[in-house]
Structures are given as structure tokens and as C-alpha cells.
């Protein structure tokens, strides 16, 4: 079975990402509650590879499977889940890396989409609000994806929200999506 092409990011309307994503559709994972059956032997690494029994899983189609599959735990745990069974998933930081971002629009107009490694595309917004978190080697923004998931901001990427932040003419440096505003500043 082929593998569906993504599209090109820098080529769609910021109306026509939001299209795509009322299409795609994924399992109702928060519904499902099977018994725990174990460790998936699994680990999705902090750059967003995917292993399993320590060797990088090569097939983006299976990875992209996987991810929809994927829930977060109440209790912090990551597992992959299905209506009969749930297995362990060692995560380093979030599941997912967002590896690129198209803007439209300034300050309080403008709208932030982001590309997923995995091929998802999101809106930075009041439903998925961007965060940023202090870590050993500097600020690490994080975007929720759905339920407790959330990607991790690339550098690259950063550096783009850092640039959109400091040219903004707000009190204090951030980001406006979708009507949220969201302060650089991991204590704010």
C-alpha cells in the first residue's frame, strides 16, 4: 500500500492546513480501556526516532500508525493502545518533534501551523496552546497535540517563534495564535 505524500507546507493557506485536519480522523484512544499487557519494547528518542528493541524504526508508514495509537496516561506513563490491549512506550521528552511552522498574519492576527515529524499538521491555539519550559540547554517550547500529547518545538523552529516574538511590539516577548497569546518566557 502506498504510502500517502505529504503536503508541502509553505504551499498551503493557513485555511487549507485547517481543511486537512478536520479530515484526518484517529482512533478514539481516550475511550479505550483494555487491560495493561506490558512493554511494547518501544522507545520514541528526544529528536522523535522511533525505536523498537534499540534500532530505529526505518518505515515512516508504520511510525505514523503507531503515533495514532499513542495515549498519555493519568498517571505521566506513555502506551500504545488498542481496544484489546495496552503496551508500555518509553518516551525521552514529548512523542513528537514539530519540525516546521508556516505564519500568517501579525500580532494579534496572526496564525501559527506547525508540522509534526510525523507528518501531522497543527494550529497553535486556545486548543493547542504552546508552552515553554526551562531546560538544561535553554527554553524548550512544547505544543499540545491532542489529549495529554504534546511536540516538542524543533530549534530551528524556535528560532523562528523566538524572531516572530522579539520583533512583536508586546509588554512582554511571545506569540499570538489563533487569538492566544503565548509569553516566550517559561515563568509567565
Not at 531546560?135 to 530551528?156: K, N, S
Amino acid at each position: 500500500m502506498p504510502m500517502e505524500e505529504l503536503p508541502d507546507l509553505g504551499r498551503l493557506s493557513l485555511a487549507e492546513i485547517a481543511a486537512l485536519v478536520e479530515q484526518r480522523r484517529l482512533p478514539p484512544v481516550e475511550q479505550w480501556n483494555p487491560a495493561h499487557c506490558g512493554d511494547s519494547e518501544m522507545r520514541i528518542a528526544r529528536d522523535g526516532t522511533w525505536f523498537h528493541q534499540g534500532s530505529p524504526i526505518g518505515r515512516v508508514a508504520m511510525v505514523r500508525l503507531f503515533s495514532t495509537i499513542l495515549r498519555r496516561e493519568d498517571d505521566g506513563r506513555y502506551v500504545l493502545v488498542t481496544p484489546v490491549e495496552k503496551l508500555d512506550i518509553a518516551v525521552e521528552d514529548a512523542p513528537f518533534v514539530a519540525v516546521e511552522m508556516k505564519a500568517e498574519g501579525d500580532g494579534r492576527d496572526a496564525r501559527l501551523a506547525f508540522r509534526l515529524n510525523i507528518g501531522d499538521l497543527v494550529t497553535a491555539g486556545p486548543d493547542h496552546p504552546l508552552r515553554f519550559a526551562d531546560g538544561e540547554d535553554g527554553p524548550r517550547p512544547y505544543l499540545h497535540v491532542r489529549g495529554r500529547l504534546e511536540a516538542l518545538v524543533g530549534r530551528a523552529v524556535y528560532y523562528e517563534l523566538a524572531e516572530r516574538a522579539l520583533a512583536g511590539d508586546d509588554a512582554t516577548p511571545g506569540v499570538w495564535s489563533d487569538g492566544a497569546f503565548f509569553a516566550l518566557d517559561a515563568a509567565a
